[in-house]
C-alpha cells in the first residue's frame, strides 16, 4: 500500500479572476504563486495561491472561466475547504477583518478537535478557517484513533446556549492587515461528500494509504456519519492531510460542478517514480487512471473515488520556480513551452488582474 503525505492542492472554479485574487490574495493575504492558464484550455486562467512559494499542501488553485454558472455541493462532491490558523485569537481576528470587509461569518463554533469559522468566498465556495489545536486526541487515545464511535459533547451542538454564546465572540479591534499571529498556514482538511462512509473508507485507506483517525457524526446533523481519514503514524497526523466525508442519504443529490465548487482535490506522491508504481497499483484494483499529464510544475495522474468526485496524484516537483524567479512568482503570465507561440492571442483573451 502507497501512502500520500497529504494533500498536494485544491482546485476550484471561480468566474471572475479580479475578484479571486482580490480575495484570496489581499484579503485572505495568500501569494499569488503563479498566474497561469488552464492547460485544457488556455482561454481561462489557470491561478495558483499559496504560502513558502507554493510549498505542496498551502496550494489553492483556480480554474476561472469568466460569468461561469454556479454548481452546487453534493454527493462526489467537497462540501468545504478548511484552511488552518494558529489558535482561537487568530480566528477571532479574521472574524473582524472579513465581517468589516463586508463578508459574513458563521462561528466561532468548537468543534472539539479544533474551533471553525465558516464563510464564502466571492463564488460561493464554502471556506473555514480552524485552529490547529486541541487535535483529534481529545475524545481517544493519539496512538488509536479511529477506532472507537466518537459523539461530540451535547453542548458542542449548535442549538446549546453554550454554543450560541461563543458564536458571538469577535476581536474587538479593526484588522486592516493580516498580521503574522493570524497567518493561514495551509490546508488544515477539507471534507466531501459520500453516499457511503463504509465503502469510501475502504477505497480512501486502498487507493491513498490514508488511515481511518476519527469515526464521528455531523455536528450540524447528528443522524449522518462523518468520518475522518489522514497521514497517521505513530500516533501522529500529518498536517494537510485531513480528509473528511459527511456520510450523506443515498438519495440526495449529485453534486454539479460549477463557480463556487471545488474541481478536484491532489494528494501528494514524493516524485515521478512513486507515481508511476501508484498508476499500477491503483489500474491493478480496478480503478481507471488517466496517464502521467506533464504540469509543468508537477506531474498528475487522475481518478475519481467511488462517489464520482476528481481526485489526482501530483509530484511534489518540480515546483513553482522552474519558469520562474523564485522572488517574482506570479507576477506575470507564465505560459508552457507549447502555448508560447501563442502569448499575445492568450493575453489579449484574459482580463487584466489586478
Ligand atoms: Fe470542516
Ligand atoms: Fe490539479
Known amino acids: 500500500m502507497r501512502n500520500t503525505i497529504g494533500f498536494h492542492h485544491v482546485t476550484m472554479v471561480s468566474g471572475d479572476a479580479p475578484r479571486t485574487v482580490r480575495f484570496y490574495r489581499d484579503m485572505l493575504g495568500l501569494g499569488l504563486v503563479k498566474r497561469t492558464v488552464n492547460f485544457d484550455d488556455p482561454s481561462a486562467y489557470h491561478l495558483y495561491f499559496g504560502l513558502e512559494g507554493g510549498r505542496p499542501g498551502t496550494l489553492l488553485t483556480f480554474f476561472d472561466w469568466t460569468g461561469m454558472p454556479k454548481g452546487h455541493p453534493g454527493i462526489g462532491g467537497v462540501h468545504h475547504v478548511a484552511m488552518g490558523v494558529a489558535d482561537e485569537t487568530a480566528l477571532l481576528k479574521w472574524k473582524r477583518r472579513l465581517n468589516d470587509g463586508g463578508i459574513p461569518t458563521s462561528g466561532p463554533i468548537d468543534r472539539g478537535y479544533f474551533k471553525s469559522l465558516y464563510f464564502n468566498d466571492p463564488d460561493g465556495q464554502i471556506l473555514e478557517l480552524a485552529t490547529a489545536g486541541p487535535g483529534y486526541a481529545i475524545d481517544e487515545p493519539a496512538d488509536a484513533l479511529g477506532q472507537t464511535e466518537t459523539r461530540p459533547e451535547p453542548n458542542q451542538l449548535q442549538r446549546s446556549p453554550k454554543a450560541r454564546a461563543y458564536a458571538l465572540s469577535i476581536h474587538p479591534e479593526p484588522v486592516p492587515e493580516v498580521t503574522q499571529d493570524m497567518a493561514i498556514t495551509g490546508i488544515h482538511h477539507i471534507s466531501a461528500i459520500t453516499s457511503d462512509v463504509a465503502r469510501a473508507n475502504e477505497f480512501y485507506q486502498s487507493a491513498l494509504g490514508l488511515r481511518l483517525i476519527k469515526k464521528s457524526i455531523n455536528q450540524d446533523d447528528p443522524s449522518m456519519p462523518h468520518h475522518f481519514w489522514a497521514r497517521y503514524a505513530n500516533g501522529k497526523v500529518e498536517p494537510h492531510s485531513s480528509w473528511t466525508m459527511f456520510g450523506f442519504p443515498p438519495e440526495w443529490h449529485h453534486a454539479e460542478g460549477g463557480a463556487g465548487q471545488t474541481h478536484h482535490v491532489a494528494f501528494r506522491a514524493k516524485n515521478a517514480e512513486e507515481q508511476l508504481a501508484w498508476r499500477e497499483a491503483l489500474l491493478s484494483s480496478g480503478v481507471q487512471v488517466s496517464p ?24 511534489d516537483g518540480p515546483g513553482f520556480s522552474v519558469d520562474e524567479d523564485p522572488a517574482l512568482l506570479g507576477e506575470r503570465l507564465a505560459l508552457p513551452a507549447w502555448l508560447e507561440a501563442g502569448r499575445a492571442g492568450i493575453e489579449k483573451s484574459l482580463v487584466a488582474l489586478p
Open 292 to 315: 502521467v499529464m506533464e504540469r509543468t510544475y508537477f506531474k498528475s495522474i487522475y481518478f475519481h473515488d467511488l462517489d464520482g468526485l476528481l481526485l489526482e496524484i501530483a509530484t
